[in-house]
């Protein structure tokens, strides 16, 4: 049995299967202990049964805009959390209701898994190592 | 009891005055800042801040961003609101990079301004709120 005590946990939302599927692998290979929705209720139910360090949603799940609001939900939730959203482009509109949200970095829908998972992989860690320096500069 | 603390930075005399008279209705213990490099000196003053919310475009173009990026270094962290009537890609790319929690467009909604920052600064630690101050 895998110890997954260690372990990142990350939760993907995603109306997709297939795209669901994409990221579980990547992630669970990337050593993230996985936890997937398809919709707003079994997202809500994850919640409260599952930490969260970084969850990625799909900025569209039953309508048009509502993984925005489930992004903030998380937010509140897990706030040292890092939060991605997949959204169709980055308008300033879009932009705004990132950061109004809570989340971290938004990416193309249209960008292969493989790309996002990397470019959150790097992004958190940075995310990290800053918060880190900033802890570190305020003690000394 | 304690009273939140908010640096508000504007060059826009009626936007400052306007705001300013909003936010102590509401309970809000204000100092105002006419330029980001006022902003920014204000900051380093021993006196904690709660809130810290500033226009973009002042003594140049974005120079908000700056008075963002220097509130985040401050620890505890402000909450940081970006209130702008120029919004781009651009500085709202750079915003969502400094993390700032709220980025706001002119004409302000000042209602959602005002829940927005009464529900950021409610989940504060030592902020007059907490206390029953603001309701």
Known sequence: ?140 | MGKAYILLADDEPNVLLTLKLVLESDGYEVVTADSAATAIALMNQPRRFDAILTDLNMEKEDIGLDVAREAAKLLPRPAIFIITGFASIENARAALKIQVEHFATKPIDLNDLMLTLNRLLHGRPSVGIQEGLIT
Request: proline share 4%; net charge negative.
């Open chain 1, 1 to 140: 049995m895998r110890n997954t005590a260690w372990q990142k946990q990350v939760l993907i939302v995603h109306p997709d299967l297939r795209i669901l599927s994409s990221y579980q692998s990547l992630l669970s290979g990337n050593n993230f202990s996985v936890v997937v929705a398809r919709d707003i209720p079994t997202t809500l139910l994850a919640i409260t049964q599952h930490h969260c360090d970084l969850a990625i949603i799909s900025s569209s799940i039953a309508e048009a805009g509502d993984g925005w609001t489930v992004a903030a939900v998380i937010k509140m939730a897990f706030p040292r959390s890092f939060i991605a959203v997949l959204a169709p482009g980055q308008d300033v509109l879009t932009l705004q209701a990132a950061i109004n949200h809570g989340v971290q970095e938004i990416y193309d829908s249209e960008d292969s898994p493989d790309e996002v998972v990397k470019a959150i992989l790097s992004s958190s860690t940075r995310n990290e190592a800053a918060a880190d320096q900033t802890r570190v500069s305020h003690l000394q």
